[in-house]
Every structure is written in structure tokens, then in C-alpha cells.
């Protein structure tokens, strides 16, 4: 029997991404403790139903990743008091251990892979030509490069550090040609961030 992506190529790497963000939808203050488990769950069950599909994903590593996840969530940090956002209640978890532990592996873990799949496997190979299989990693054109860093920035609440992020993974994707090492940077943007939380108390990152 055929595999859905069989059909629809660009399912593995879209499916995790819509999936999280409509969950998002119902995601509030009140019900995240239960609605996040939830949706890393989900997310994770379909990053493993597709996993055999990503063969992008070539494990390779340099220093080069480290220091910009480090970079970024320096940036996500600086900038965050100078700029209006589009910021929502801020839960304080302070207490609730399994909930913070489920937090940073969803957040170091399976986001990170979700959405560089979604940007810089799909969309913005996707922007160059709609075969996207055909594109190789780490090829570059302004308006798949311009698209896919506003689009990053305005997902986020952070918008304009969004976009420095996003510029800056960019970048990463076309220097180092590896989606690996995009997902490695990401992974550890959000590490960084979520010990700043734990540090700082700084909530209002989550």
C-alpha cells in the first residue's frame, strides 16, 4: 500500500507543523498544563510515523551551530524590552516540576526538529521551486530567504527577535548546507533559553 507522502511529498514536513499550531488555537493560561503534554505528544508520534522520510537529516556537527544558537537566544534576550509584542497571559509553572521537565524537552527536543523541517526542509525549498526535493540544502534566493525570516519572526510572539533568529538560521543553512545543523542550533537556542527561565524566573519566555 502507498504511503501518504508517497503522493504528498511535502506531508512529513508540514503535518507536524500545522498540527502544533492548531492545538495552539485552544492553548491558553489556564490549560497548558495538560494541552502541551499534549501537543508535543501528538507531534512526536507524527515526527515518528514520518521519520524515515527526513533524509535530509545527516548528522554532522560543528562549533559553528553552538555558537550561533548561543548568538540567537543572546539577541531574544537583549532585544525583548525594547519592542512592542504581541504577548499573551504569561504562565508561571514555578513548582511544577514534571510540567517544567516536560517543557524543555519538548522545547530542546521535538520543536526544534518540527519547525526547521517545516522553515528550511520544506518552505523555503518550497519558495524556490514547488518540487522542493529537487532543491538542494542550502540553496539560496532573496525571496525564499526575505519570506521564510518574516514568516519565522511573525510566528512568534517575540517577532522581532524572531526574525533575527530566523535570519540567523538562514544563514546557518546556507553556510554549513545542512538541515541537521539548523536543527542542532535551534535545539540549543532553546536550551540556553530555558535555563535563562529557570535562572532568572523569567516566565514570560514561556
Known amino acids: 500500500m502507498n504511503h501518504p507522502a508517497d503522493r504528498k511529498p511535502w ?4 503535518a507536524p507543523m500545522a498540527a502544533y499550531m492548531a492545538i495552539m488555537l485552544i492553548q491558553d493560561s489556564k490549560n497548558l498544563l495538560w494541552v502541551y503534554p ?9 515526527l515518528w510515523v514520518f521519520h524515515n522520510r527526513y533524509e535530509e537529516l545527516c548528522p554532522s556537527f560543528s562549533w559553528l551551530e553552538i555558537v550561533v544558537g548561543l548568538v540567537a537566544i543572546g539577541y531574544w534576550i537583549v532585544l525583548d524590552p525594547y519592542y512592542p509584542q504581541f504577548k ?10 514534571l510540567f517544567i521537565s516536560i517543557r524543555i524537552c519538548g522545547a530542546v527536543l521535538i520543536v526544534p526538529l518540527m519547525e526547521e523541517l517545516f522553515w528550511r526542509g520544506w518552505l523555503i525549498r518550497w519558495l524556490v521551486n514547488e518540487d522542493f526535493k529537487k532543491v538542494p540544502i542550502g540553496t539560496f534566493t532573496w525571496p525564499s530567504f526575505a519570506i521564510t525570516v518574516a514568516l519565522f519572526g511573525m510566528e512568534h510572539s517575540q517577532w522581532l527577535a524572531g526574525l533575527v533568529c530566523g535570519a540567523l538560521y538562514n544563514w546557518l543553512y546556507y553556510r554549513r548546507k545542512s538541515l541537521f545543523a539548523c536543527v542542532i542550533a535551534h535545539a540549543v537556542s532553546n536550551a540556553a533559553l530555558a ?3 529557570l535562572w532568572r524566573g523569567d516566565w514570560k519566555f514561556w
Open 11 to 14: 506531508l512529513p514536513y508540514v
Open 38 to 46: 499534549l501537543k508535543i505528544t501528538i507531534v512526536a508520534g507524527l
Open 88 to 97: 499573551g497571559d504569561i504562565f508561571n509553572p514555578q513548582g511544577k516540576w
Open 195 to 197: 535555563a535563562w527561565v
